[in-house]
């Protein structure tokens, strides 16, 4: 189980995509199952993402034993810096059964809820919640019309507990850059 690679391939992986044209097909890449892939190794795939492989959607790093914290705010800091930049893709990364990254808890900015689809956004948020061992936290979700305002305050409201989510969940576009804003 697991591919075993080392930050050492990783970089390889990388300068091989920088060198060719080949990252510009990458759909998804799976390094999950993997004990011997550190932050600053993430930092440099992620730097990589953004430069040379736009179409990739999916990145899957769960279960690899020496992620912490740090990853986070690499996956922070990414988003942050490729938000404007329409080529990039990649909506999913799969953090999970990394114990040494704190997790504590995910939020949900959710739209109106009794429009259908914001119901059935809340309903799949608490089984994939549910489906991981994470408890529901209903300090952690909301539920408004998707704005940048709404955004912002309601993430100001979650920096300002005593411990902060590890994660926002945003419903929208225009939600999601009152997060930022607030961030």
Do not use: W
């Not at 020496?66 to 999913?92: P, R």
């Not at 900015?109 to 809340?122: I, K, P, Q, S, Y």
């Amino acid at each position: 189980k697991g591919n075993h690679f080392a930050d050492r391939d990783i970089l390889k992986i990388c300068q091989g995509l920088f060198e060719r044209e080949s990252g510009s097909n990458l759909v998804g890449l799976s390094l999950s199952d993997n004990g011997y892939i550190t932050d600053k190794c993430i930092q440099v795939l992620l730097q990589t993402v953004s430069k040379k492989c736009h179409r990739l959607q999916f990145l899957a790093l769960s279960n690899c034993g020496k992620l912490t914290n740090k990853t986070c705010q690499h996956i922070l800091d990414f988003y942050s810096k490729t938000y404007d930049d329409d080529g990039v893709q990649l909506s999913y990364i799969d953090l999970s059964h990394n114990a040494r990254i704190n997790d504590k808890g995910i939020a949900l900015l959710n739209g109106l809820e009794f429009m259908d689809f914001a119901h059935r956004r809340r309903l799949g948020y608490k089984d994939a919640l549910q489906e991981r061992g994470i408890a529901c936290d209903p300090a952690l979700m909301f539920s408004e019309e998707m704005t940048e305002p709404y955004g912002y305050k309601a993430t100001t409201r979650l920096l300002s507990l005593p411990e902060p989510p590890t994660a926002i969940l945003s419903s929208s576009l225009i939600t999601a850059i009152g997060v930022r804003r607030a961030i």
